[in-house]
């Protein structure tokens, strides 16, 4: 594991960025994993700046993100299918038909995980895109989830609901389940990177480093991944025991 520590915020997009612009440029046709959430919003602006630019393009980039919620329509403001065209697709030169986000068309659940599934197992990432929870969470594979899940249906644990009812009029409006990638998915990535800002997240960070491998701690398990890069600020990696030795690895 490489882990980056950053002055602040701005500087963990630009370097999470760049290590984004620089596999697209050599690899025009990458299959690249995203994550939604507060965290990624600087990493998506400084790779809009990069295609105004003219230094990267998304025509022949596929996206598959980790989640969506289940029990809102894609349309509401709300669903990540919305985020990801407000905070990225829409200001790039994405296909339509490259963008892949699991589908929460509650008429066909029982399908969508195995129709996920399918699309990941025939197009390795060459970069996934984390976030973490505060309780641990990658994805929304939250505290217990199985290890060895790939594509399933979960039910929002109450952190999580709280932590996101910040976007929702109030907590009662967040949904109460989603479709995920599982770990496994997440772990056949060639390459993660994980994101992190703040000193809400210094307690699980360390966590996930340093502690056990455990599904009380979903990320924790990332320290098998070969190639995982953590890009995170001061204040994120205020509680990392041994960070310089870490570091050393
Ligand atoms: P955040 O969410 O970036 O909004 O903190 C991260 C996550 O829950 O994975």
Do not use: W
Request: charge should be negative; hydrophobic fraction near 40%; glycine fraction near 6%.
């Amino acid at each position: 594991m490489k882990i980056i520590v950053c002055k602040d915020y701005d500087e963990l997009s630009q370097k999470a960025a760049a290590i984004v612009i620089k596999e697209m440029i050599v690899n025009p046709k990458m299959n690249l994993g995203l994550a939604t959430g507060s965290t990624p919003l600087g990493l998506y602006k400084n790779l809009i700046d990069a295609y105004e630019k003219e230094l990267i393009s998304f025509k022949e980039v596929s996206t598959f993100n980790l989640d969506e919620y289940v029990g809102i329509d894609r349309t509401h403001p709300q669903s990540y299918y919305s985020f990801m065209y407000e905070n990225l697709f829409k200001y790039v030169d994405i296909k339509e038909e490259n963008i892949h986000i699991p589908n929460n068309d509650i008429s066909r659940l029982n399908e969508l995980p195995a129709e996920y599934d399918k699309k990941l197992l025939g197009n390795q990432r060459d970069i996934q895109i984390l976030g973490i929870g505060k309780n641990g969470h990658i994805g929304f594979n939250e505290p217990g989830a199985s290890l060895s899940n790939e594509t399933f249906i979960t039910k929002l644990n109450e952190q999580t609901r709280i932590d996101n009812s910040r976007f929702f009029g109030s907590l009662e409006e967040v949904p109460k389940y989603a479709i995920t990638m599982g770990i496994k998915n997440i772990m056949y990535a060639k390459k993660i990177i994980m994101i992190a800002s703040g000193k809400r997240k210094a307690k699980v960070i360390n966590e996930a480093v340093n502690g056990p491998i455990t599904t009380a701690v979903p990320a924790s398990i990332l320290q098998l991944h070969p190639d995982l890069t953590l890009i995170i600020d001061k204040d994120a990696a205020s509680e990392i025991k041994n960070l310089d030795f870490l570091q050393q690895l």
